[in-house]
């Protein structure tokens, strides 16, 4: 008799795959306990107005700046040791989190301060592109499907657990800047744990890149060059190309719809809201986001990793079970449509989070299913590059969603016209998991 809740774990049988798995888990707490103080500090500070546009900048400063510099620092993850990459930048991380906190402490949102949250959020995503293309290394072929659908979804999990401890501090000591200073103290703790779990990682370059070290410098002199390689190994695979619109499609969507949901709970659910009671609102649909994800990674590891056919190992000799993947993102997006345009029409706090719930299900199962194309279709000597690009697309796309929303002035104007573009993109990924499920299908059969 089969057993899913045992086989689905395999995935941790290998000792390097758990260190991997601790890496991304107090990497992620550390970066939700910093988002969280970041954003009461400056979204939800009641002297700061909740204008769309000033959020929208916001965002676009802290996403854009990475979007352009991460595709070239890609080719680093393909030519550095990745092993390094998870210590050293994690190690970064602490010292610019501890930066951090003093400029919070001094109770100024300034220039220095935008450079530094700039800095640490810019590593943290660089160590999740050295992450997603170490993770083929330390599991099976046959395991990728579980294993993508595992490790992110308990890194996603343990931010939003930390984001909550977050905000039930701010809520128990008063939000105030010493407690997010002190937040952001212990996010930099977490940051220096993974840094010294990712030590345990052996032998030294069993996450690769195996290439000659001595190429770094020409690969540095020619990061241009590298990017365009990246790019055509990311287009030539249709169904690489197919799966990162699909999720870029959801998280424009997603983007817009979260500056409603951060607006509502400033302006419209209680009337004199207060700094507190607006986190706590937002938080709630955030946690609505994250449960919806973390079901969506349950169903992937529970009910489809043993219908893979076993006798299929190779990376790319391996679509069965995808395509079980591909149909449940294809119906999940597909209800995430009707959702989006019901919750955000009602617009109280339980349709919202119902809205939340829905799109965090819908997108964890595209962002699955786009890690997993690409680690089975892209070569280990290109994975980083494709991965960083990746991460542009999904930050372009949240930057984009945001802008978008932030055209059009006030809540009451927005909730049509930002509902409508919403619904548009979710449509276009739905479109676009059908084209998939067709592909893949069509792959499985043939095999």
């Known amino acids: 008799m089969n057993r899913p809740s045992v086989k689905s774990f395999s995935v941790l049988r290998h000792a390097n795959a758990r260190e991997l798995l601790g890496v991304r888990i107090f990497g992620q707490a550390g970066d939700g306990l910093l988002q969280t103080a970041l954003a009461t500090f400056v979204l939800f500070s009641p002297q700061r107005e ?11 400063i ?14 680093f993850i393909d030519r550095w040791s990745r092993r390094m990459i998870l210590i050293r930048a994690n190690l970064l991380r602490v010292i610019t989190m501890i930066a951090i906190a003093v400029v919070i402490t001094g109770h100024s949102a300034n220039s220095l301060l935008a450079v530094l949250v700039l800095v640490s959020l810019g590593v ?9 293309a170490s993770l083929p290394h330390v599991v099976e072929g046959d395991d990728l499907v579980p294993a993508n659908a595992l490790f992110p979804t308990l890194g996603t999990t343990a931010a939003s657990l930390a984001a909550a401890l977050g905000i039930a501090t701010q809520n ?21 744990i993974a840094s010294l779990i990712a030590m345990r990682i052996v ?14 410098r020409d690969e540095f002199r020619n990061a241009l060059s590298g990017l365009v390689a990246g790019f055509r190994y990311m287009i030539q695979s249709g169904r690489t190309f197919s799966s990162m619109m ?5 998280r424009w ?8 949901a951060l607006l509502l709970s400033r302006n419209s659910w209680h009337e004199n809201t207060s700094a507190d009671q607006a986190v706590l609102d937002f938080g709630l649909c955030a946690g609505a986001a994250a449960l919806g994800a973390f079901t969506a990674a349950i169903l992937s590891t529970f009910l489809l990793s043993d219908r893979a056919d076993k006798s299929k190992t190779a990376l790319n000799e391996s679509p069965h079970r995808q395509v079980h993947l591909i149909a449940a993102m294809t119906i999940a997006t597909a209800v995430s449509v009707l959702v989006t345009f019901f919750g955000y029409q009602v617009g109280t706090l339980a349709a919202v989070c119902a809205t939340a719930a829905s799109l965090g299900f819908a997108g964890q199962l595209l962002k699955i299913n786009a890690d997993t194309t690409i680690q089975r279709t892209i070569d280990d000597a290109h994975r980083g590059r494709v991965f960083s690009i990746f991460d542009m697309m999904i930050n372009v796309a949240l930057v984009l969603g945001i802008t978008t929303y932030a055209l059009n002035a006030g809540i009451r104007d927005n909730v049509n016209v930002g509902t409508a573009y919403s619904v548009v993109l979710l449509s276009c990924s739905t479109a676009l998991a059908l084209f998939l499920l067709r592909k893949y299908r069509a792959n499985a059969t043939s095999i």
């Open 62 to 75: 802290l996403l854009l700046p990475y979007s352009v510099i991460g595709p070239f620092v890609g080719v």
């Open 172 to 192: 128990f000591f008063a939000n105030s800047d010493t407690v997010n200073a002190s937040l952001v103290i212990l996010g930099s703790v977490f940051a220096g």
């Open 124 to 132: 943290n995503r660089f160590v999740q592109a050295a992450l997603s």
């Open 50 to 60: 909740s204008d769309p546009r000033k959020i929208a900048l916001a965002f676009g």
């Open 253 to 260: 969507a997603f983007g817009a719809l979260t500056v409603h």
């Open 203 to 216: 032998p030294k370059d069993v996450l690769g890149p195996y290439v000659v070290e001595s190429a770094m």
């Open 246 to 250: 699909a999720v870029a499609f959801q």
